[in-house]
Nanobody, 125 residues
Framework: AQLVESGGGSVRIGGSLRVSCAFR????????MGWFRQAPGKVRDAFAT???????CYTDSVQGSFPVYKDGAENTLSLEMEHLAADDSAIYYC????????????????????WGQGTQVTVSS
């Protein structure tokens, strides 16, 4: 499995930024995918997941502002961040886990198996 994030950088408060994740996973296994972030001095937290049928789940803090899209044909996961605030500054990671029957694909089940290297997002005035 391989996941590679891109698109991080610096943006002004209130601005928008798109982060992408190019993934290479076993085509014969279904996966749940997710986005995590880790701010300085804090733990890495899940804030969005997307299931194999496209169902998404978000934390309240990003609901409506950070939509997630998956392009199965292009093997790309995208995160469209809008209305960015200073406390959105963090390293952003995409992740994947095998989607076994009965497994929950949601931000409340952050036990992911495969990780990208992360991309830095800095929001400032």
């Amino acid at each position: 499995a391989q996941l590679v994030e891109s698109g991080g950088g610096s943006v002004r408060i209130g601005g928008s930024l798109r982060v992408s994740c190019a993934f290479r996973l076993n085509a014969y296994i279904p996966y749940c995918m997710g986005w995590f972030r880790q701010a300085p001095g804090k733990v890495r937290d899940a804030f969005a997941t997307i299931d194999l049928d496209g169902t998404t789940c978000y934390t309240d803090s990003v609901q409506g502002s950070f939509p997630v899209y998956k392009d199965g044909a292009e093997n790309t996961l995208s995160l469209e961040m809008e209305h960015l605030a200073a406390d959105d500054s963090a390293i952003y990671y995409c992740a994947a886990k095998r989607r076994y029957l009965g497994m929950k694909c949601a931000v409340s089940a952050p036990n992911f198996e495969y990780w990208g290297q992360g991309t830095q997002v800095t929001v400032s005035s």
